[in-house]
């Protein structure tokens, strides 16, 4: 094979040198953004509802309020040290620290995973915090009215509209956190950009060899965002409603069973 | 009458006041609901007409007084909130459908959850109030989907479903275009006649007239007058219930 000149020349070399090479680093960098905006998702979640709980009234005692109080100042700790510190930082602190000052060795992939994850779920709870209180107030009242409890009135009506209402968010986060891992290069991981950057300096060939990864990047996000848009869309459901006869043909009506389980059933139906 | 009497009244309210902070919205309130009665509270805009009948299913707290429900004070820390609203139902002005759900799950989920009733029954519930309001061939639409007197027969639908002992209607028709107002006042006169005890803060001054049994008239968070329809409507002795009617009757 006579050595590559041209610009194309060197990404058609590159491809078939490293192609799968950086296939593997797609797919550490794609099953860190899933899980990490999976987790992410749900740390946001719960520290969302609770940050939402309303403060204790002036008849609880005074145990109850501290402990609020200190709930209150924990999460929003957790929160403005994880938004208002670099994730590259973060994960530095984290590989290095744990090993000097608790002597605990995680693989780099490891903390990959937890960094993102803490790092999503930060972002996430403003989210959620968000999305719960921009759920119409009426829509509690009207769950209370029939006696629903705090919690069924939660993971009945409140949540899934938030659910349904943060799922761009969701899907932003997602994206960032395919490009954002590329931070974790500095504790070696072997993500997309980590795997490009050992074989851009072997040949020296920087321009061609990241011109590749980001094209990668791309089809990865892209990939991704209209998936996101078709999850959105099955939520939605129909735009047009079927009239059903219920008092002359019962058939079909229930909703099936099977696939509604837990919060899932409330937008199911 | 005389036997009516007798009975301890469903809902009774006692002095019941009301402030958010300094302003007092709601003064020393006395009134008894007894079963199958239909109770129709008028008065102007910020009058406390809202604020007395959420006082009674404790979306606010009132500030003083008691409300008995069947003798016994909801008020209570010991009393259970939830079983109470559940035999309290509610219809609100601006319908509050839960958008999540379809109409069916709208009408299902309190049967489900706070009722405890089995998937075919609580179905079964929720189509025979739905056929009830006219609107059982909606089950599969969002609340989004509908107009606006189509989601309050819903959301009507929704509370009967509960079995309520009471019903409350927080002005039903006022977030309504005028040609929808009569569909959803044409389910509550229904209601009134196979004798559903309901409490109505309307405008709906001809309504009113027509099928309360009794009608209360707010004024500056007082009860100004009570009475029955023709002694409100056609012989009313407080010049501010005289004022409110002949400013309904201009208009």
Known sequence: ?269 | MAEMKTQVPILQVKHLSKSFGNHRVLQDIDFATNRQDVICIIGASGSGKSTMLRCINRLEIPTSGEILFNGRNILTSQFNLHTYRAHVGMVFQSFNLFHNMTVLGNCMVGARKVLKKGQEEAYTLAIKYLEKVGMAPYIHAKPAQLSGGQQQRVAIARALVMEPDVLLFDEPTSALDPQMVGEVLEVMRDLAKEGLTMIIVTHEMAFAKDVSTRVIFMDQGIIAEEGTPEMIFDNPQNPRTQEFLSRFIRN
């Open chain 1, 1 to 269: 094979m006579n050595a590559p000149v041209t610009f194309m020349d060197w990404v058609v070399f590159l491809l078939k040198k490293y192609g799968t090479y950086f296939l593997q680093g797609c797919e550490t960098t794609l099953i860190l953004a899933l899980i990490g905006t999976f987790f992410g998702c749900i740390i946001g979640l719960l520290v969302g509802v609770l940050r939402t709980i309303p403060k204790p009234g002036r008849d609880k005692n005074i145990f109850i309020k501290a402990l609020y109080k200190i709930l209150q100042f924990l999460l929003l700790a957790y929160i403005e040290i994880f938004r208002g510190t670099p994730m590259m930082v973060q994960a530095m602190v984290l590989f290095y620290g744990s090993m000097q000052l608790f002597n605990i060795n995680m693989t780099p992939l490891f903390a990959g995973f937890f960094v993102v994850s803490v790092n999503t779920g930060a972002y996430m709870a403003e989210t959620v915090r968000g999305g719960i209180e921009s759920v119409d107030k009426g829509q509690t009242e009207a769950a209370e009215a029939i006696g629903m409890t705090h919690w069924q009135t939660m993971t009945s009506v409140i949540l899934p509209q938030t659910f349904r209402n943060i799922l761009p968010q969701i899907g932003n986060n997602l994206i960032i956190n395919i490009k954002d891992t590329s931070v974790l290069n500095v504790i070696s991981v072997t993500e997309l950009y980590f795997n490009g950057k050992s074989a851009a300096g072997v040949y020296y060939r920087y321009f061609e060899t990241y011109f590749i990864i980001s094209v990668f990047y791309f089809i990865m996000t892209f990939i991704c965002a209209r998936l996101l848009r078709w999850i959105e869309h099955k939520i939605d459901g129909s735009d047009y409603y079927q009239l059903a006869d219920p008092m002359n043909d019962p058939s079909g009506t229930l909703p099936d069973k099977k696939k509604t389980k837990g919060v899932m059933r409330a937008w199911l139906r």
